[in-house]
């Protein structure tokens, strides 16, 4: 909210001097607003709501639209000027000594045993936390045996990074199915993909996306499987993917993701915006981090077809040897 300006007065008297006068109360308020919009706090949660729609791979347009939020609300939480109650929020769960999400309510503080799980986990590094998860994978039965991950291998990353070319050749090296996981969700669906977006939602993709993949586990005990770019954006479903998976992140740089689409004949990313090429850094910048979860990587930027291949394949090879 653009804050108001302030009134001027100048009081009448004899020297019709003009004299200082106090902020009306409105205007005080909104320069509380205007400093609070500074505060640190509501940078990082501008970024991190950011990096969540990155993520997620919707645009602000999107997003305004599933959210029924308008754009420029959505604008200024992304620029740190978001709502200051907030803030609000955050000095009554300093005082009472409780993390904020503890006073708003989430999963976590359903109970004692969520809370002291939680903060067991607080604190701990990346490698920590990873061994914590597979623990807590094999602890649950959650996870698939060793040699049934080997027999599949799941390919990962952002469109372009030439899942589908390279997953066909390396389900021919291999002699296994190759299974385009965007296909078997069209198949669950009964629509295409434009359908299940447009008239179901992301979230009716999401579900679709998930008995896809657990159908898949099902039915191929070997397989190279191409996964759609966004499946990091559900946890549940990429932690199925880990667990039943050996996954490869086939890396590449944002220039060689948009270039490849493009080549491919699709001007989509192209068309009515502008800033696609930053739209893409903001969805690698925002799933590099769960990317890297997988078992392997391959950098395809700088090479030929047939060398990444090759990469790959051999990184394949040696993996499944263990």
């Known amino acids: 909210m653009k804050p108001q300006e302030l009134d001027e007065a100048v009081p009448t008297g004899v020297d019709d001097t003009v004299r200082p006068v106090r902020p009306a109360p409105r205007a005080a308020a909104a320069a509380s607003v205007a400093d609070a919009a500074r505060d640190p706090f509501l940078v990082a949660l501008g970024e991190r709501a950011r990096s969540l ?13 599933a959210s029924e939020v308008s754009e420029r609300h959505l604008a200024n939480l992304e620029l740190g000027q978001g709502n200051a109650s907030i803030l609000v929020l955050r000095q009554v769960a300093q005082a009472l000594g409780a993390p904020l999400a503890e006073l708003i309510g989430d999963e976590t503080t359903a109970g004692p045993e969520w809370l002291l799980i939680r903060d067991l986990l607080a604190g701990r590094g990346e490698d920590e936390l990873r061994r914590a998860r597979l623990a807590l994978t094999e602890l649950f039965g959650e996870g698939g045996r060793p040699d049934a991950r080997r027999g599949r291998i799941a390919l990962v990353g952002l469109r372009g990074a030439g899942k589908s070319s390279l997953g066909r050749m390396l389900a021919d090296a291999l002699d296994v199915p190759f299974v385009e996981l965007n296909r078997e969700i069209e198949r669950v669906a009964g629509c295409s993909l434009d359908e299940i977006h447009n008239l179901l939602g992301a979230a009716a993709y999401r579900r679709y996306e998930r008995r896809a993949l657990e159908e898949t586990v099902q039915l191929y005990p070997d397989a190279v499987i191409a996964t759609p770019g966004g499946i990091v954006s559900d ?27 493009i080549a491919q004949g699709d001007l989509r990313p192209m068309a009515g915006n502008q800033e696609a090429m930053d739209d893409l850094k903001r969805i690698l910048a925002g799933r590099a981090a769960f990317y890297a979860r997988a078992d392997l990587q391959v950098d395809t930027s700088g090479r030929t077809l047939g060398e990444v291949f090759d990469a790959l394949h051999a990184a394949v090879r040696e993996a499944t040897a263990r």
């Open 235 to 261: 946890p549940a479903t990429f932690n199925l993917l880990l667990a039943h998976c050996t996954t490869v992140w086939l890396r590449a740089t944002p220039e060689d993701h948009m270039q490849r689409v």
């Open 53 to 65: 729609r990155a993520r997620r791979g919707m645009t602000r347009r999107a997003l305004s639209v």
